[in-house]
């Protein structure tokens, strides 16, 4: 063997273990912080104890809990919601959306009431009220749409068939 071919060797050897040792001189920049961590934690918290709060309505609604039990299961979620938004004020951030910030003498308990409020899932005043007319073209436009679609398969041959047939174009089985 040549000393080149020895030396190209021993260089490429020298690369690939630099290569392959790089990762564990350098630091991990990519450490997620602490704070990080916390913040994160205490968003889903809250989230879950928003979710909780509308469940427990909704059950109530539904009369899935009794009418004693309501008030202190709902008094310990306000509870705990109103701690976990104690804590992300320490933390001196405001993670809710904008129609929510603290307001000038309101409780915590309170502004946990504003955000259920806004993130009910009923939306019975967000519903636009619909005119006859509006609900005839819609109706008008879905039949429509759905004039050329397939109706299913023939019950005697089996080829399919479309909604404005009234006999298999296969067979000639009446369809109606």
Known sequence: MDISAIFF???????????????????????????DHDLSALMAERDRALSSLQELDFDFKLGKIPEEDYPTQRANLLQKGADILRKLDEMALDLTPSPSPLRRGESEETRIERVVATRRADGSNAKPKLTDDDIESMIASRRKGRKGKSAGFCPTCGKPVMTTDRFCASCGKALN
């Open 9 to 35: 060797t021993l260089a490429v050897l020298i690369l690939v273990g630099m290569y392959l040792y790089a990762p564990f001189m350098q630091k991990r920049v990519r450490r997620v912080a602490e704070e």
